[in-house]
């Protein structure tokens, strides 16, 4: 089956500076690529994602790369602010009957320091 | 807000007693996921409905039974669970392989 690789584990950074935070996932078969934010006592939030037929995406200052070749995708967070400070999840999906599944990462704990 | 509510937010139960999460969506989404989440892991997705169907169950033990008995609800009973189950469960709903989540319940077994 798919597996996910996330780093890093935890990750703070200054307001104002970029954040990346990286994956790998093993199935060359695997097409969709969310990304989730997760803050505290809440359930994970889409916030991007990107399909196997584009290899980068934006949304304001949120980005998300995809290198299909090294089977890896980043998300890119530019001008942090602290409320970005949230556990990120990526995840990685492939095209399977009427439910797709995403199999997750570990999370990325970011600090935005004031 | 998700669309997507789960009550309780948290439940505490005994070992030996009998409860059930349920999970709602108006979404018009035609898939309902259990998923598990523990500290220091990724989430664990536990059972999959398409169409109200279940269409995967990921080796999860027989104290979890889901239950699916229209498109717009889903509910996951719990017996006879153990300390390690104590988790945030998360439901979700999906289309076109886009999962919501709900905001979890916090479960403790004692």
């Known amino acids: 089956g798919e597996n996910v690789e996330q780093h890093p584990s935890t990750l703070s950074v200054q307001e104002g500076d970029s954040a990346v935070i990286k994956c790998t996932y093993s199935?060359?078969?695997?097409?969709?690529f969310p990304w989730y934010k997760q803050e505290l006592g809440k359930g994970p939030q889409l916030i991007i994602d990107?399909?196997?037929?584009?290899g980068e995406k934006k949304d304001q200052r949120i980005a998300v790369t995809l290198n299909k070749t090294a089977k890896h995708f980043s998300l890119h967070i530019t001008e942090t602010q602290p409320e970005d400070s949230a556990v990120y999840f990526c995840?990685?999906?492939?095209?399977?009957?009427?439910?797709?599944?995403?199999?997750f990462g570990s999370g990325t704990q970011l600090t935005v320091l004031p | 807000e998700t669309g997507v509510t789960q009550t309780p937010r948290h439940l505490v139960m005994g070992m030996t007693n009998k409860k059930s999460l349920k999970c709602e969506q108006h979404?018009?989404?035609?898939?309902m996921y259990w998923y598990k989440q523990s500290a220091k892991k990724p989430l664990e997705l536990m059972f999959v409905?398409?169409?109200?169907?279940?269409?995967e169950n990921n080796s999860v033990p027989s104290r979890f039974s889901p239950e699916c008995p229209n498109s717009s609800h889903l509910f996951l009973h719990l017996h006879t669970l153990q300390p390690e189950d104590s988790a945030l469960y998360l439901c979700?709903?999906?289309?076109?392989?886009?999962?919501?989540f709900g905001a979890g319940t916090r479960l403790s077994v004692l």
């Open positions: 979700a709903s999906g289309v076109g392989g886009i999962q919501y």
């Open positions: 199935d060359s078969a695997s097409n969709y």
């Open positions: 990107i399909r196997s037929n584009v």
């Open positions: 995840a990685a999906s492939m095209s399977s009957g009427s439910a797709r599944q995403l199999t």
């Open positions: 979404l018009g989404h035609n898939a």
């Open positions: 409905y398409s169409l109200e169907e279940r269409v």
